[in-house]
C-alpha cells in the first residue's frame, strides 16, 4: 500500500513538472510593430489569429495588451479560458517619450523590450525570443 502511494506520488509530481515546463516554453510568433506620429500598428507575419492591428496614440502613456487572438484588456486575461494546445501570448505596448516598451506577461522568453522611435514613422520586429528583422 505505501509503495503503491510513492509510485502515484512520483508520478503524479513528474506530470505537474511537465506540465510547468510546457506552460513556460515561448510561444512561436513573429510581429512587426510600426508606429507614426498618431497611430501604432502591428502586422502579424506568423503564429496569431489575426493579421492586422491598430490604434491611435491620443494618450502617450495608454497600455494596450496584445494576445494572440488580437487587443484585449489584461483584467478580461483571466476570465478566458485558453486553450492548453493553442499558440498563447500576451504582451503590452506601452509609449513614453518616444519610446515603446513591450512587456512579456505570457508566451515570450523576453520581459521588457524597449526601443527608442523619436523620427516620423519607424518600424520593428519582434518574436518570441525579442527583437529580430522580419523576412
Not at 506620429?37 to 489575426?50: D, H, M, P, R, Y
Not at 491620443?58 to 497600455?63: G, P, Q, V
Not at 519607424?122 to 523576412?135: E, H, V, Y
Request: hydrophobic content about 35%; some cysteine.
Amino acid at each position: 500500500m505505501c509503495l503503491a502511494f510513492f509510485v502515484f506520488l512520483i508520478s503524479f509530481t513528474a506530470h505537474l513538472t511537465a506540465q510547468n515546463q510546457k506552460d513556460s516554453s515561448p510561444s512561436k510568433f513573429l510581429i512587426e510593430i510600426e508606429k507614426t506620429n498618431t497611430k501604432i500598428k502591428l502586422v502579424c507575419l506568423t503564429g496569431c489569429n489575426w493579421k492586422e492591428l491598430h490604434y491611435t496614440t491620443t494618450n502617450a502613456n495608454l497600455l494596450q495588451a496584445i494576445d494572440q487572438y488580437g487587443m484585449t484588456e489584461l483584467s478580461k486575461r483571466d476570465r478566458i479560458e485558453i486553450d492548453s494546445d493553442s499558440n498563447t501570448f500576451l504582451f503590452t505596448i506601452e509609449q513614453h517619450n518616444g519610446t515603446l516598451t513591450l512587456s512579456g506577461v505570457e508566451g515570450t522568453a523576453w520581459k521588457e523590450l524597449s526601443f527608442s522611435c523619436k523620427q516620423t514613422m519607424c518600424k520593428q520586429a519582434f518574436d518570441q525570443f525579442g527583437m529580430t528583422r522580419s523576412n
